[in-house]
């Protein structure tokens, strides 16, 4: 039988509360620890203060030409004095008011949903009321408002119109190809297979090539396609095939028992799916829809390689400006705050929607 | 009739016939379009153009290119450029990526929010994007080749490139190369004879020392016994470039800069959610059975983690591979920009051209699907 020695007490800590004991429990509780907390604050010496003092401290914010900026640090002056650039492109001068009233009509939209429209139905049918006059509004053509051409469009509304046109065009044909792929008939299953597979196989950019230089060889001589046109149908078939998979993802959560509930009632095939299995699906799969709404956001800068002016491409396009030399740093960071802003801001939305379904299912 | 309408298995049939003749239909209609429309405009058919001149200059061919050779040979380049891209990419940002998830997890509260926050920084900033700031902001920034950087004597960095010594093909090299294999396939059969001899008689092995020792000295060895001298052709500065050694272009640096800080985001959080997954009874289980943190890490954490963190980080290497094509925008000559880019422009034959760029990456695609099933499979018969 071991005998065993009784170590000496250990002295109570001298306190479980205050910044110092914070300070050690979770900066220097090893001496591991410890050094890796001091190449953290070193790591962030030599990152933050240099960029804050070429973006804050030395910058000149006010002034209106190139000459005022004096300081040795960012020259805020340019980004606005091409703000118009970046927010709207080419478009004309004076027909600016009809994207402010578009947007304006948005938030009203937004507003009205939380707060006057009840029910799915009157909120579908505002919903598209708003994309055909918005579509109005920034495209034209009747009721007296000029046409604006669509190679005027640019920056960040051009950004905003092609993402949105994908995440709305892609979400039904993405629900339809899901089911599809889920359907016993095998001839409708192996070319929805084949479609997904095929276009997640290839990079984005190879199905816009395929898109502006190959679909306008597919139509007869007379059918033009608009540039953009072809870009948005691009990117909302690349959009569907990824939908289309995480529909199937949520389609696969749902127990067989709630298929043959529905059949047992006498539901015909489509009345089963969209009343009985697409809410289930759905509800499970909107965080990764989200997700994916943001990657398509982010994939919305490649038409600048197939020469559309998004406000990616605005950077280089404002840096030409020979009056304003030398201002592409200012040009690309402000640019990757108006993008990470609004990734992160529906990364947060995605949060929280996650949370609120969470609750809902249990 | 109506009633044969009725039937489910008649509507099925029914509406796949419809289905069938409607695809045949739209296939034939935009078959005759196209052939109508080639015609008039005098793109040629067929592949006869892979054998034609190319006639312009590749700056990177990692396999011997001259203006004189054929498209295919561009072709090759290309699919060459875009799989060293891949592999370096793969390989440092699986480094990162494991890196920053674990730092992630870590108790240290400086550390993980600043891992976090790095995550939440460039998982929001598109790509395209990342890759044009390095090339456009950060790499003009290094000076000019009179003024490059300099490491260790011979290695120079400028805003032309990355300049290192480049060692002769020699017998030399040769052995220290193949010296690193053997190392590698041994330490592969080691890890095997260990693993058996440790199930059977339960004796331990000090397999990562034997591992550091043999990819250490091996290597060492065979330097001296091929001869002790690589024969490095430095780079040296003449006129106003440098000349000579191994140089690495702005655009594959920025390229594979972007790409790695990029996909080691989603490879942390893979990473993150494998070690989370794992619960937390099995961490207290190993502690009450007087595991060290480290050896729990070891046998109990990391291989429940890695079962789940493998098949997202694998589906980030394809995105990866797949990102790689967006070296369109800043010139690094992969498959996209010089095949689906400067021949297409050439040589006008969209269909051909972006159907063989399509088919490359459908048939990594599949290698990495493969793999990935092979994973899923293996993993499948460890649990009961």
């Not at chain 1, 970046?86 to 402010?100: A, C, D, I, T």
């Not at chain 1, 948005?232 to 289309?244: P, R």
């Not at chain 2, 203006?67 to 793969?90: M, S």
């Amino acid at each position: 039988m071991a005998i065993f020695e009784l170590k000496a007490e250990r002295e109570a800590p001298s306190s479980t509360k205050g910044v110092i004991h914070w300070l050690k429990d979770n900066l220097f509780s090893t001496p591991s620890n410890a050094v890796m907390t001091i190449l953290g604050f070193y790591i962030l010496y030599i990152i933050i203060p240099p960029f804050v003092q070429w973006a804050y401290t030395d910058a000149t914010f006010v002034g209106e030409t190139r000459a005022d900026c004096t300081g040795g640090g960012a020259c805020w002056i340019f980004v606005g004095a091409k703000m118009d650039l970046f927010m709207y492109g080419f478009y004309p001068k004076v027909e600016l008011w009809r994207l402010q009233t578009a947007l304006g009509l948005f938030v009203a939209l937004i507003i009205a949903f939380k707060y006057l429209l009840k029910g799915g139905k009157t909120k579908f049918i505002a919903f598209s009321l708003y994309l055909i006059v918005a579509f109005i509004l920034i495209n034209g053509g009747v009721l007296g408002l000029e046409n604006v051409p669509t190679d005027k469009w640019g920056g960040l509304m051009l950004t905003v119109v092609v993402a949105a046109v994908g995440i709305i065009f892609s979400f039904p044909i993405g629900i339809i190809i899901a089911f599809g792929r889920a359907s016993n008939l095998p001839i409708i299953r192996s070319v929805c297979v084949t479609y997904v597979e095929f276009i997640r196989g290839v990079p984005l950019i190879t199905i816009l090539f395929m898109s502006s230089v190959i679909l306008p060889l597919f139509f007869p001589e007379g059918i033009t396609f608009d540039k953009l046109l072809r870009a948005l149908i691009g990117i909302t078939l690349f959009q569907a095939a990824y939908v289309a998979e995480i529909i199937r993802g949520g389609l696969q959560s749902i127990s067989r028992g709630q298929y043959e509930a529905a059949d047992a009632i006498g539901l015909s095939y489509w009345q089963k799916m969209l009343l009985v299995i697409l809410p289930q699906a759905l509800k499970v799969a909107i965080p990764n829809l989200v997700g994916a709404f943001i990657s398509l956001f982010q994939d919305t800068t490649l038409v600048l390689i197939i020469g559309l002016f998004d406000l990616l491409a605005m950077v280089r396009i404002t840096a030409a400006d020979s009056t304003w030399l030398g201002m592409e740093t200012e040009g690309y960071v402000f640019v990757t705050f108006i993008f990470w802003a609004f990734c992160y801001g529906m990364s947060r939305y995605s949060n929280s929607l996650e949370k609120q379904f969470n609750t809902e299912l249990k | 009739m109506m009633r044969a309408l009725r039937n489910q298995k008649v509507r099925g049939i029914l509406f796949q016939i419809l289905t069938i003749i409607g695809l045949v239909a739209f296939l034939w209609y935009i078959g005759t379009n196209t052939m109508n429309n080639i015609e008039q405009r005098g793109i040629k058919t067929g592949f006869e153009f892979l054998n034609s001149t190319a006639g312009f200059g590749i700056d990177e061919a990692p396999i011997a290119y001259t203006e004189t050779d054929t498209h295919g040979r561009v072709f090759w380049v290309g699919l060459t450029n875009t799989l060293i891209i891949g592999f370096v990419g793969i390989i440092f940002a699986t480094i990162l990526g494991l890196l920053i998830g674990v730092l992630r997890l870590s108790n240290n509260w400086l550390v993980s929010k600043m891992a976090a926050t790095y995550i939440d920084i460039f998982r929001n900033i598109p790509i395209l994007l990342q890759i044009l700031f390095w090339y456009n902001v950060v790499l003009k920034m290094l000076p000019v080749p009179k003024k490059s950087l300099e490491f260790a004597g011979d290695i120079f960095l400028n805003n032309r490139g990355l300049y290192l010594p480049q060692p002769d093909l020699n017998s030399t090299t040769i052995a220290v190369l193949v010296s690193l294999g053997l190392a590698i396939v041994s330490i592969f059969f080691i890890n095997r004879w260990s693993n058996k001899r440790q199930e059977e008689t339960g004796e331990d092995f000090p397999l990562f020392f034997v591992s550091m020792g043999l990819l250490i000295s091996l290597p060492i060895i065979a330097y001296f016994i091929g001869g002790a001298n690589f024969n490095f052709d430095l780079p040296a500065l003449k006129g106003f470039n440098f000349k000579g050694g191994k140089s690495i272009s702005p655009e594959f640096l920025s390229l594979t800069f972007a790409l790695v800080i990029y996909t080691a985001t989603f490879i942390a959080e893979a990473v993150r959610s494998g070690i989370e997954a794992v619960t937390k009874g099995q961490k207290e289980a190993a502690a009450s059975i007087g595991l060290t943190e480290y050896q729990a890490l070891k046998l109990v954490v990391l291989p429940q983690a890695i079962r789940i963190a493998i098949p997202p980080t694998i589906n980030q290497y394809l995105n990866l591979i797949k990102n790689s094509s967006l070296a369109t925008a800043i010139g690094y000559p992969e498959i996209v920009t010089v095949f689906s880019g400067t021949s297409l422009n050439q040589v006008g034959q969209a269909i051909e051209i972006i159907a063989m760029t399509m088919l490359v990456y459908l048939t990594i695609s599949l290698v990495v699907s493969a793999i990935l099933n092979w994973f899923n499979h293996k993993m499948k018969i460890k649990e009961r």
